[in-house]
């Protein structure tokens, strides 16, 4: 246990001591935050400053998200500097004429002017009841919110999944291909060493996902966003890491027993090829299920490990699935990861030591 | 006492790499391991460090059967040198001390002793892949020493050094072999080897054809009988054996086997004798004959 501790703990050091690890992080902040505040920035703005002269305050109706703030003006011509000095965003002069500068905001106008009929109508004696609106559906306040956070989840875990497991191969075939490893297993356990490369690369890729979501979230939270969160968010986010643990276990564990058959880094991207397919299919259909989380395939899809490591806490998040649904398939998917971890580490075992020509798969498994 | 014995080793069923190696090396012994490339040293080596397994025979320690608790205090230096390229001199030493199950003090301190001893002090705080190889095979030496071993076993640690990194070297282990260690090391350089060691095994296409003390090996191999003769009647060793040659116009007979005394009275008669001994021969030329 203290020497796979020990090799974790020097591929902790190692990574987090890297430019590149910190350029990594500053870059995946910058732009979790732009994607969480885009919609915010690139949306029409919803608080609006009115100036007033010889005018009455107009009766904007509850219920929007529209906030106006009225500014008094002794005569026009203050009301005017103010339009154009962009201190109001318009001006409502003698409760009949609104100034701006230039094309008045569409949703302004429109406020204005429904709010303006509305008082006409008022003032004449007639009584108006507004529109009630009632949905027949199902509750669907949080769909759009709830996609835009599982199309997030698909971007990051995408990331995470596939990078991590990727420092894992690169770091099995640096010790082989160098012989540190024969150095290495005269003073520790093949299982330690592996272990230990897989635990501290996957506590690197944890302080990554870390970082991920609370810059996400605190984004959020900074900017008003979090009102329209779903409710169980905070499972949400809970069930986002383990399913992380789980999906990074199972391709990390591969990812080390294919790297061990071969000696030299050029080979790793070739050797690795089944695991990225399949982490590309997991992709896919996690892109897809972000969007259709109730639909046949997803649905399916989110049982079968390893593709479901991916594909469930997207559904997860972009729909409501009964939690037993999703127990169901975190235990296949943890049963999947044990047996990999076994086999793996068996074909780790076997082929690390024996370096030169790329060894086969099937001689590994068949040899004693 | 580390025993070897037996050892075969055949790669893919068809290369016979060894071929019944055995040899053992006592406390505080330094063994020498010669042979022509590909003699099977370094399968011999990498089969007592667990890195290989062998077909056939054992390698057992202080008269127990040989495990990975033992090994773990052995020291190793692959013949492939490997490090972490990107990791510090210091921190690598300190790093694989750990792993010998060394204290984070001791290692460190460990560490320091042999940067200092091996002359990395100025190279503490580089990367390894900023180092020459010569320096970088002095960390590797030191990655072997640092858990302070039982026993060590070092493949080709003196090549690619410059003299005074041998002599360095060359100091440390025979410090560790007084301090008892039982060390052993493969080498082309014989002059080492015949310098440095107690005993020496020659290994040729996977069997140990000569071992022992150099001096038993030069024994064994027998001496040689060398007449220095100046000024010398021509024809004077016609009825003697051996084989006559001039060199610097003096007659020189070599003779393998023969009457002594017969042939000095002849040489006596011939001429002004300058040189009359039994020559051992050099670890070189008993390496020669060994392995032809």
């Known amino acids: ?368 | 006492m580390l025993e070897i014995s037996h050892l075969r080793k055949t790669f893919g069923g068809v290369k016979r790499a060894l071929d019944g190696v055995s040899f053992t090396v006592g406390q505080g012994e330094m063994f020498g391991f010669v042979g022509a490339n590909g003699a099977g040293k370094t399968t011999t080596m990498r089969i007592v460090m667990g890195v290989l397994q062998a077909d056939e025979g054992e390698v057992r320690w202080k008269g127990g059967p040989l495990g990975f608790a033992e090994r773990r205090r052995f020291g190793y230096m692959p013949e492939e040198r490997g490090l972490y390229q990107k990791m510090k001199v210091a921190d690598q030493i300190g790093y694989f001390g750990r792993l010998h199950g060394l204290s984070p003090e001791a290692a460190r301190s460990a560490a320091d002793e042999l940067i200092e001893r091996l002359g990395l002090t100025e190279r503490a705080g580089d990367a390894v892949e900023a180092l020459s190889l010569g320096n970088q095979q002095r960390v590797q030496l030191a990655v072997a020493l640092v858990h302070d071993p039982d026993v060590l076993i070092l493949d080709e640690p003196f090549s690619g050094l410059d003299p005074l990194a041998v002599d360095a070297l060359a100091e440390v282990l025979q410090e560790r072999a007084r301090g008892g260690v039982p060390v052993i090391f493969s080498s082309h350089q014989l002059d080492l080897v015949e310098r440095l060691c107690d005993s020496v095994g020659i290994v040729s296409a996977g069997r140990m054809v000569a071992s022992g003390t150099a001096d038993e090996l030069r024994a064994a191999a027998g001496g040689r009988l060398r007449v220095v003769v100046a000024d010398a009647k021509p024809g004077w060793a016609a009825g003697l054996p051996g084989e006559l040659s001039v060199e610097n116009g003096r007659d020189v007979l070599i003779v393998g086997e023969g009457d002594d005394q017969r042939i000095l009275r002849a040489a006596v008669e011939a001429g002004r004798v300058e040189h009359f001994g039994v020559e051992r021969p050099t670890l070189t030329e008993i390496f020669r004959e060994a392995v032809a």
């Open chain 1, 1 to 368: 246990m203290n020497g796979m501790l020990l090799v974790a703990g020097r591929e902790i050091r190692t990574q987090v001591r890297t430019k590149g690890f910190l350029v990594g992080l500053v870059v995946t902040v910058v732009l979790i935050v732009g994607i969480t505040l885009a919609p915010k920035l690139l949306g029409g703005p919803d608080s609006y400053t009115i100036g007033l002269v010889s005018s009455q305050k107009l009766d904007v109706p509850d219920g929007g998200d529209i906030e106006i703030e009225w500014r008094s003006y002794s005569d026009e011509a203050a009301a005017r500097r103010a339009v154009l000095d962009e201190d109001v965003d318009a001006a409502l002069v003698g409760n009949t004429r609104v100034l701006s500068d230039g094309k008045i905001d569409d949703q302004l106008g429109l406020i204005l002017q429904s709010a303006h009929r509305e008082a006409q109508i008022q003032s004449a004696g007639v009584r108006t009841t507004p529109l009630s609106m009632e949905s027949i559906g199902g509750d669907t306040r949080y769909d759009e919110t709830r996609s835009q956070l599982a199309f997030m989840l698909v971007l990051i875990l995408f990331m995470l999944v596939v990078g991590t497991p990727m420092m894992v191969a690169m770091g099995v075939v640096e010790e082989k291909g160098s012989r540190i490893v024969e150095i290495l297993l005269t003073s520790v356990r093949p299982w330690q060493l592996l272990g230990g490369k897989v635990l501290g690369l996957g506590v690197v890729g944890l302080i990554n996902l870390a970082v991920v979501l609370v810059a996400g979230l605190g984004a959020a939270f900074a900017s008003g966003l979090a009102v329209d969160f779903p409710p169980g968010m905070a499972g949400i986010v809970a069930g986002i890491v383990v399913w992380f643990v789980l999906g990074y276990a199972f391709f990390a564990a591969v990812a080390a027993a294919l790297a061990s058959l071969i000696s030299r880094q050029e080979e790793v991207g070739n050797v690795l090829t089944p695991m990225t397919m399949t982490m590309f299919a997991s992709y896919a259909v996690a892109f897809y299920a972000a969007k259709e989380p109730t639909s046949l395939v997803a649905t399916i899809v989110s049982y079968v490990p390893p593709f479901s490591s991916m594909v469930m806490p997207v559904r997860a998040t972009a729909a409501e699935i009964p939690v037993w649904e999703v127990l169901v398939s975190g235990v296949l998917m943890a049963v999947a990861v044990a047996g990999t971890v076994v086999f793996a580490a068996r074909v780790y075992e076997r082929a690390v030591l024996r370096t030169g020509a790329r060894v086969r798969l099937s001689e590994v498994v068949r040899s004693r």
